[in-house]
């Protein structure tokens, strides 16, 4: 009962990290206007987390280390929820933005510590079943949130999505200190290597400014971009000389020398930009396009969650059974693939149900990788190491999902302009149809009463309003064949894992390390 609590519990705080990841994104508008700030100012409460938790997750072997895992985890708890009760009480955007950053450095630990306990509470011939329940969360948790998020700011205020953290961080915090045992294979660190988490804090945190603040600034037209963009790479380069000729390293880096982890963390940058991206997307698509209210955007995503859910368990089971991993991960990618060429195929008339459906078969390639690429990830890592491989791996995913939403915002900005540009050089008063459309709008609005300059004003208005539809439309067409064609272009990496080795071999080999 006690391993049972404990597994319920730590992934119940893996899920409540990861919706703080993405529920804040549908209140900005709303704590602009209470806290009588700029969207760009409020817009660092979401890169604030975001740079916090980037940096914390790869140092999570160093501390749990040092310090251990009951107080790391515990510590983190109660940081995460004090934090998050002091956000709800912010007077000001920037003691909001402030504690948003110390709620991600507590939440950092609650991601990669979870994933581990819920490893070592599995034998090692049952990692599979552990990736699985471990997998639910991290594929509920962004899911969920910009949907529970708006029906929180529907009902209630943005202080509530912060309020919410309390009762569920205080509960996980008891059990916790009551039932969490120490790490069996904890080695506390003798000096500590501040030189490598200095450049670590300099290096991801620069680059995790630049992911989330650069298509709003411009990009390299702005000068504080271009300057964290040389400290991002010269921190970055620092960093890998220093964890791999130093003798205690922070982030142990020497263990990505395993062709299965370095090639399932890449394998889970791109997942990551995939399950960030369209779970990004696809409901900016329904609402701005199809009109869909933040509901019936919600309700959308239900069926494949649900559908996920079950087939997460299944692929454990399978994969337990001596199913290639690799085939798994295959298929999954192949999910995927066909979700973002289904939904490039869509039109503005496409009706609820087809999204949907479509939607099911991200939410099938998603829980077809999780699961295996989690497995292989620490498959060949000996026991002492899987914190620190584990932490790498979900490293991957966040950094995987910054990169996705950066690429895609800047993406869209482009094709948009591309897009406009060749539809507006079609509307010409030599073209009849254009000639015909606007003279039986400007009719419309002469029936409605307004003089014939007033009416072609408004006729003109809305044959721009036309044109820019079809500018959203075909932006996130490109959107999607672009996800698409990256998953498409990965499939020559799963050339690198043996199609031939069941998966029990690899839980052995395992083992025997």
């Not at 009480?89 to 950092?108: D, P, T």
């Not at 569920?168 to 790490?183: D, K, N």
């Not at 869509?346 to 099911?360: G, R």
């Not at 990169?403 to 800047?410: C, D, E, V």
């Amino acid at each position: 009962m006690n391993r049972i609590l404990l597994i319920i519990t730590v992934i119940s705080a893996a899920i409540m990290e990861l919706i703080d990841t993405s529920i804040v994104n549908v209140a900005i508008n709303h704590m602009s206007g209470s806290l009588g700030a700029t969207l760009e100012d409020t817009s660092w409460v979401v890169t604030s987390y975001g740079i916090a938790n980037v940096i914390i997750i790869p140092m999570t072997g160093f501390l749990v280390n040092n310090l251990g895992r009951r107080n790391y985890y515990i510590g983190s708890l109660v940081l995460f929820t004090l934090c998050s009760f002091i956000c709800g009480n912010a007077s000001g955007i920037w003691e909001l933005v402030a504690f948003r950053f110390f709620q991600g450095i507590g939440g950092g630990a609650l991601l990669s510590v979870s994933a581990t306990v819920v490893y070592e509470c599995f034998p090692k011939e049952k990692q599979n079943i552990a990736s699985a329940l471990f997998g639910i969360g991290v594929f509920i948790g962004p899911t969920i949130g910009p949907t529970l998020g708006g029906h929180i700011i529907d009902n209630f205020s943005w202080e509530w999505i912060f309020y919410i953290n309390i009762p569920i961080g205080i509960i996980t915090a008891i059990i916790c200190y009551r039932i969490l045992p120490e790490s069996p294979t904890r080695k506390k660190v003798k000096e500590i290597d501040w030189a490598g988490i200095l450049l670590l804090i300099a290096g991801i945190g620069s680059l995790q400014t630049i992911l989330e603040r650069g298509e709003t600034e411009d990009w390299f037209e702005t000068r504080y971009i271009t300057i964290l963009a040389v400290i991002a790479f010269l921190s970055l380069l620092l960093f890998v000389y220093r964890e791999l000729t130093t003798a205690q390293p922070v982030v142990k880096l020497s263990i990505l020398r395993s062709p299965s982890l370095s090639i399932s963390a890449l394998l889970t940058f791109i997942t990551g930009m995939g399950m960030f991206t369209s779970i990004y997307l696809t409901p900016v698509f329904a609402q701005r396009l199809l009109q869909f209210t933040p509901s019936m955007a919600g309700l959308m995503l239900l069926p494949g969650s649900i559908i996920a859910v079950f087939a997460l368990i299944i692929t454990g089971r399978a994969l337990q059974k001596g199913v290639p991993p690799a085939l798994v991960v295959f298929i999954g990618f192949c999910c995927f693939i066909y979700f973002n060429w289904s939904m490039s195929r869509v039109t503005l008339e496409v009706p609820f149900t087809t999204i949907s459906v479509n939607l099911i078969f991200r939410a099938l390639g998603m829980a077809l990788l999780t699961v295996p690429l989690s497995t292989l990830a620490i498959s060949s890592l000996r026991s002492e190491d899987i914190p620190q491989g584990t932490a790498i791996n979900n490293m991957m995913r966040q950094l995987g999902g910054s990169f996705g939403i950066s690429i895609i915002n800047t993406f869209i900005v482009r094709r948009m302009a591309q897009h406009r540009s060749d539809l507006v050089s079609n509307i010409t008063y030599t073209n009849n149809s254009v000639v015909e459309r606007l003279n039986k709008y400007t009719a419309l609005f002469q029936t409605k009463g307004f003089g014939h300059d007033n009416a072609q004003h408004r006729a003109i208005g809305l044959m721009d309003m036309i044109v820019q539809k079809q500018v959203f439309m075909l932006s996130y067409i490109d959107a999607y064949l672009f996800i698409g064609a990256a998953f498409a272009l990965s499939l020559p990496l799963l050339l690198f894992f043996s199609m031939r080795k069941s998966n029990k071999k690899i839980v052995v080999a395992a083992a025997d390390h």
